[in-house]
């Protein structure tokens, strides 16, 4: 018996040693990552983005404010924009406008309530932009100070409350 017992566990053994080494790895379990492994690895892949949406506006049909100079309806020099300012939804509510001064010496900035300009004919960088103010009305408005709570100049019986949430 020992005779024939001999033969098959060397067989057996030697099966052992030979077998590759990917079927040891389907029947084992995956090793466990330690929690500084888990810290360390990247996430797992995620869905790609939808790509965005996209809008063409015609060369003619939409220019940038900030920079253009500033008129009054008779044409009077009012400055020109510097900044704008939205609410918290995003919404255009006002332009600030450096006023006065000669080459930024004695200038200051005023805010103006975005309805009391109108954009006319802007296709050129020399176009201006009409405000529907005075000029003794833009010289009495308070200046704007960053971190101050604005004042807003607006044309007559266009300017509106801010309402915030």
Known sequence: MRARLLPVLLIAGLAVWFVPASWADDNASPPQPSPQQEHDSPAAPKEPAPPPSVTIIGAREAHGVLGRDVRSPTDEDMGRIVDIIVDPKGTVRAAVIDFGGFLGVGSRKIVVD????????????????????????????????EGTPIVVLGAAGNLQPWQYP
């Open 114 to 145: 975005w309805n009391a300009l109108h954009f006319g004919r802007i296709a050129n960088k020399s176009d201006s932009i009409t405000l529907e103010l005075t000029k003794e009305q833009v010289m009495a408005a308070p200046e704007y100070k």
